[in-house]
């Protein structure tokens, strides 16, 4: 798919949702005790920050222990044309809503100029790691620190909401570069 671009004032990123997970709860020390107020709380987090007209990159685990009717429902009230990244508890009732664009495993768009690589999991390195592209990913809900360069847009990470590409920014601007990101140093040969 030939990447396409987008702008960051209408473009948000997002990953876990688990809407009806109830082991998330738990495994993930999210503060709720019940997961039908999890759900409603996420919807409504979603909600009060993408319009109608704004995209949204939700990088896997759109939902889980949900049937496709449960799905189908979540799914229509979260304002945006929503795009999938799969992730590991994506089948055949999360992959088959009605998203924007086919889902995919790995996707490349550019907002406002920047080159973004897309994926549930973290990558090492990515095409165009080293001459501005970042990658944003999901799957470790915040246990796998971001680099200068890659970041964990899952919602365990950012209050339970979608982020935006001007907090991303901020995040990767204050995280240390690691060596995987140093470019080598071309020797003339």
């Not at 409504?44 to 799905?71: Q, T």
């Not at 490349?108 to 973290?122: E, Q």
């Amino acid at each position: 798919m030939k990447s396409q671009t987008f702008n960051a004032a209408t473009t948000w990123f997002s990953a876990d949702a688990h809407f009806g997970h109830r082991g998330i709860l738990k495994m993930s020390g999210r503060p709720w005790d019940d997961i039908a107020r999890h759900d409603e709380d996420l919807i409504h987090a979603w909600n009060s920050r993408v319009r109608p007209n704004h995209d949204v990159f939700f990088l896997g685990d759109f939902a889980m222990n949900s049937s496709a009717e449960r799905c189908q429902q979540v799914f229509a009230r979260l304002n945006g044309k929503k795009h999938l990244i799969i992730g590991n508890h994506d089948g055949p009732r999360h992959i088959g809503l009605p998203w924007a664009s086919e889902p995919a495993d790995l996707r490349t768009v550019h907002v406002d100029g920047t080159r973004i690589v897309l994926c549930h999991y973290a990558l090492r390195m990515w095409n165009g790691s080293w001459r501005g592209a970042i990658h944003l990913y999901g799957h470790s809900h915040g246990t796998l620190p971001g680099t200068s360069r890659s970041c964990d847009v899952g919602l365990d990470c950012w209050g339970y909401r979608p982020v935006g590409l001007a907090e991303i920014r901020e995040r990767l601007a204050a995280t240390p570069e690691q060596p995987e990101e140093q470019r080598p140093e071309d020797d003339g040969q």
